[in-house]
Nanobody, 127 residues
Framework: QEQLVESGGGLVQAGGSLRLSCAAS????????MGWFRQGPGKEREFVAT????????YYANSVQGRFTISRDNTKNTLYLQMNNLKPEDTAVYYC????????????????????WGQGTQVTVSS
């Protein structure tokens, strides 16, 4: 059974950094585009970043462009999100996701295009 497990969340002060990881098991996702989404308190789930299966192309939401970096290590079946210069508005539960089909093109920002989801990890940024 496919499983995505996020880790690395926590409490950090504004301006700080965190690195999220998403470990995949039960299936090799090396040929799937993957992404990060987040859901803040009282908000809808929103797109954060996505990366192609090869890692050659990345795409970010405007709100995180220049501060967050998505990457992947296909040898470890792991996805990452490096978050720098965090702001209180980044507070949310962060989810990793894998695309519904392999070898897709970049850059899908719709949550409905992702079929596999982790359980989420909480990121809280204090002011």
């Amino acid at each position: 059974q496919e499983q995505l497990v996020e880790s690395g969340g926590g409490l950090v002060q504004a301006g700080g950094s965190l690195r999220l990881s998403c470990a995949a098991s039960g299936r090799t996702f090396s040929s799937y585009a993957m992404g990060w989404f987040r859901q803040g308190p009282g908000k809808e789930r929103e797109f954060v970043a996505t990366i192609t299966w090869s890692g050659s192309i990345t795409y970010y939401a405007n709100s995180v462009q220049g501060r967050f970096t998505i990457s992947r290590d296909n040898t470890k079946n792991t996805l990452y999100l490096q978050m720098n210069n965090l702001k209180p508005e980044d507070t949310a539960v962060y989810y990793c996701a894998a695309a519904r089909r392999p070898n897709g093109n970049c850059c899908d920002t719709k949550s409905s295009s992702y079929a596999y989801w982790g359980q989420g990890t909480q990121v809280t940024v204090s002011s």
